[in-house]
């Protein structure tokens, strides 16, 4: 069901020695946290790889305070790859807190197997 690997520079490579060309990113899930600049950046970068995401920001992060965007926690899922099947579930794990999560129901494309992810920022 995919592979589990660590990504590296030669990850971001597009063109091969030989010419030919492969994905930016190789990873059929990506789960981040600590994740600012979700809106301006990442969603619409990984969206023309091919990606769909969801984001769950801080609701207490002190940059906002002064200016910057809120850090949260995404997932980001190859559309080729896997589906979402349930809504995405995700917020505070205390009211008004600093500590995000979100949870995703998705389905592998190839094998038609369900996977649960889930993703959090717990220290902040």
């Known amino acids: 069901m995919g592979k589990y690997c660590r990504g590296g520079p030669s990850d971001l490579r597009t063109v091969d020695d030989d010419g030919s060309s492969r994905s930016l990113l190789p990873f059929d899930l ?36 002064l200016g910057y965007y809120s850090d949260g926690c995404a997932l980001f899922w190859k559309s ?3 589906r979402l099947i349930e ?13 995000v999560y979100l949870v995703a129901t998705l ?3 190839e094998s038609g197997r369900d996977v649960v992810v889930g993703v959090t920022h717990l220290k902040a």
């Open 30 to 65: 990506i789960a981040l946290e600590e994740l600012d600049r979700y809106h301006g950046f990442f969603h619409p970068l990984l969206r023309l790889l091919g990606y769909r995401s969801t984001f769950i920001p801080k609701t207490r992060a002190p940059g906002v305070e």
């Open 80 to 82: 080729d790859a896997f």
């Open 87 to 99: 809504p995405v579930k995700g917020g505070n794990f205390v009211a008004g807190g600093s500590q």
């Open 107 to 109: 389905r592998h494309v």
